[in-house]
């Protein structure tokens, strides 16, 4: 059996720019026959609406809507515009993250209680109101996926407040997994990507030495490629991982089976 995902309508999030995981899922996502609907972070001059406008329109997606998953409205209204166009909705790819500059360096015990609950908020709680609006558009068979990093069971150099957030995601994918499962089949599953270079680690003082690192220690001796997760997230959004369900994948390179 063939991956195959056409029919299957499928919402992205966390596209910021071309080295985006998220864009390297959307593009797998529509090569194995998806109908897409894109969202983007909408800031005051739409400099993000823009660039993400031009970088998928070759995906032709059906929907391009803003999402700020820290305004409730702006949650409803994306689905809303999902059940007018689609009915209903086959995929959801959550790849949302955000902590302030200043607690990706540094003291883990120097976190602001602001700062330790817009990154809970935005990079581990968005999740679930995504899931609860979408919970009824939901076919049988649905698949939600999000991103997670090694950072959340080990403690790895300024990943900070960051390893928390995704340690409660992966936490809250068993318990979406738990729920969503027995009505309709719906599994719930997060990506554990080893170190790219995108907008989120570009800007991180000691990315440089853990790609190195990768590149040393990893079975496969080098890092993965957007490409190679979208793969693995087309693989989860697809009939073929139907048995699959609460689980954190590793597309690392093997990197994280090392003792040291
Ligand atoms: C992020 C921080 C520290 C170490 C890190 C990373 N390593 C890796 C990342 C080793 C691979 C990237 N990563 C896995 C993330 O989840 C990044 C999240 C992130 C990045 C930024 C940078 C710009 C900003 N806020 C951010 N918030 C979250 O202002």
């Not at 059906?62 to 166009?85: H, T």
């Not at 009915?87 to 993250?97: E, N, Y």
């Not at 997670?148 to 992966?170: D, F, H, Q, S, W």
């Not at 080893?194 to 590149?215: C, F, K, Q, W, Y």
């Amino acid at each position: 059996m063939l991956l195959d995902l056409s029919g299957k309508k499928i919402l992205v999030t966390g596209i910021a720019n071309n080295r985006s995981i998220a864009w390297g899922i959307a593009q797998q996502l529509k090569a194995a026959g998806a109908e897409l609907g894109i969202t983007y972070l909408p800031d005051d001059k739409g400099r993000f609406e823009s660039k993400v406008r031009d970088l998928t329109s070759p995906l032709q997606p059906s929907l391009f809507l803003p999402l700020n998953v820290q305004d409730n409205s702006q949650i409803e209204m994306v689905f809303s515009e999902i059940s007018s166009k689609w009915g209903k909705l086959d995929g959801l790819v959550h790849c949302l993250a955000f902590a302030g500059k200043e607690e990706l360096v540094g003291d883990y015990s120097a976190t602001t209680s602001e700062g330790f609950k817009r990154a809970l908020e935005i990079s581990a709680y968005s999740l679930a109101p995504l899931c609860h609006h979408a919970k009824p558009l939901f076919t049988d068979g649905a698949s939600i996926i999000t991103l997670t990093y090694l950072g959340a069971e080990r403690a790895i150099p300024n990943y900070n407040v960051m390893g928390v957030a995704k340690a409660a995601l992966e936490a809250s994918v068993r318990y979406l997994s738990a729920e969503l499962g027995p009505e309709k089949q719906v599994r719930v599953n997060a990506i554990s990507a080893g170190p790219i270079r995108t907008l989120a680690s570009s800007a991180i003082g000691g990315i440089l030495d853990m790609i190195h690192n990768v590149e040393e220690k990893a079975p496969l001796r080098r890092t993965v490629t957007q490409t190679e997760v979208g793969n693995t997230a087309a693989f989860l959004l697809s009939n073929l991982s139907s048995g699959i369900s609460g689980q954190t994948i590793y597309v690392d390179a093997g990197y994280c089976i090392n003792g040291m």
